[in-house]
């Protein structure tokens, strides 16, 4: 599909994952060789076009990262330009899932694949995330993110760690319960 073709598919496709329309699933199994396409739908738009390009994105990353994995460069030069929030969530679970990945004892192709400078962008993202005005959806993908890319260097777990103290006063219930949990996780 070309991404005019994509374009055309995520307006006429209801991205409601509860309704799992069957041009939903076509699109999703289509866009698994158009993640760049997808991608920049994501990136380069500010409307419901991006949070649906988005959303279809982080459907496709759920069944398998293996499709973003070429497009690792272009997806962390990038993250940090979302501009619709409805998108910045999808992009910040997929940052989740690719830290999950990474820490999965099964997947060596994520490991092998992620170099220190995507993980530095994703991690940088993810604090200007955290420390900024976000949904509470947003700030726990970003915690757990940055939680487990900590695991390999002690500054993000103290990092963490303070911001989620300085924070954890003003934060909604959902915040406070992630934060809790990751502080605890952390000691």
């Known amino acids: 599909m070309t991404k ?3 374009i055309e598919e ?15 699933m076509k699109l999703i199994e289509s866009s698994k060789n158009n993640v ?14 991006s949070f649906r390009g988005g959303r279809v994105l982080e459907f496709v990353c759920k069944q398998t990262l293996v499709p973003l994995i070429p497009q ?6 990038n993250i940090s330009t979302v501009k619709h929030h409805s998108t ?4 910040a679970k997929i940052c989740e899932l690719i830290a999950s990945e990474y820490e999965s004892e099964k997947s060596s192709l994520m490991r092998d694949s992620l170099t220190n400078e995507h993980k530095e962008r994703i991690i940088a993202t993810c604090f200007d ?13 970003s915690m757990q993110t940055l ?18 103290l300085d924070n954890i006063a003003y934060g909604s219930a959902g915040y ?12």
């Open 88 to 91: 910045r969530r999808e992009v």
């Open 36 to 49: 760049r396409e997808l991608l920049e739908i994501a990136f380069e738009h500010d409307d419901f076009l």
């Open 129 to 141: 995330w955290l420390i900024g005005n976000e949904k509470v959806a947003i700030h726990a993908y």
């Open 147 to 164: 939680f487990v890319f900590g695991k390999e260097s002690d500054w993000i777990h103290n990092e963490l760690r303070q911001v989620l």
């Open 176 to 187: 406070v319960s992630r934060a809790k949990r990751i502080l605890k996780a952390i000691a």
């Open 10 to 24: 995520i307006i006429a496709t209801n991205c409601d994952p509860r309704k799992h329309s069957s041009r939903l």
């Open 4 to 6: 005019e073709e994509i």
């Open 72 to 77: 690792l460069d272009y997806f962390t030069e």
